[in-house]
């Protein structure tokens, strides 16, 4: 699902209702059907992808990062066509993220969740 899409992250003892993390990733692929309403998606999705626009860098590398891991989204990209790389947080078995993989231009880019999916990044990011 691309934006405008909202994912809904409701903390402990909130209701759908009452959700304060409300985000609308730029990409949102979700597996498991029953987290997806009309509203949009309620839970974690299994992979984002944000592109990092330049006013709002700290808002996808710090903000949404944290809510991200927290929640459990098993593998969050932040895609920079600035300086032309992707930053790739993928959920360990103790549930955080640890150091990115940094993928840059020119480099294949497999997602963890779809090991077949392949992305040419010099298509990526082309002009």
Request: glycine content about 8%; aromatic content about 10%; proline content about 7%.
């Amino acid at each position: 699902y691309v934006a405008p899409f909202d994912v809904r992250l409701p903390e402990e003892g909130e209701t759908e209702e009452n959700c304060r993390n409300v985000v609308q990733p730029d990409i949102s692929v979700i597996c498991d059907r029953t987290k997806l309403d009309d509203k949009g998606c309620l839970g974690a999705p299994d992979w984002i992808i944000e592109v990092v626009s330049p006013s709002h860098t700290s808002h996808d590398y710090v903000r949404k990062l944290n809510l991200y891991e927290r929640f459990g989204v098993r593998e969050y990209w932040i895609v920079n066509p600035d300086s032309r790389h992707i930053l790739v947080y993928r959920l360990g078995e103790q549930g955080g993220y640890g150091a990115p993989i940094v993928i840059r231009e020119g480099e294949i880019a497999q997602p963890g969740l779809f090991p077949e999916l392949s992305i040419d990044t010099r298509e990526l990011f082309a002009d």
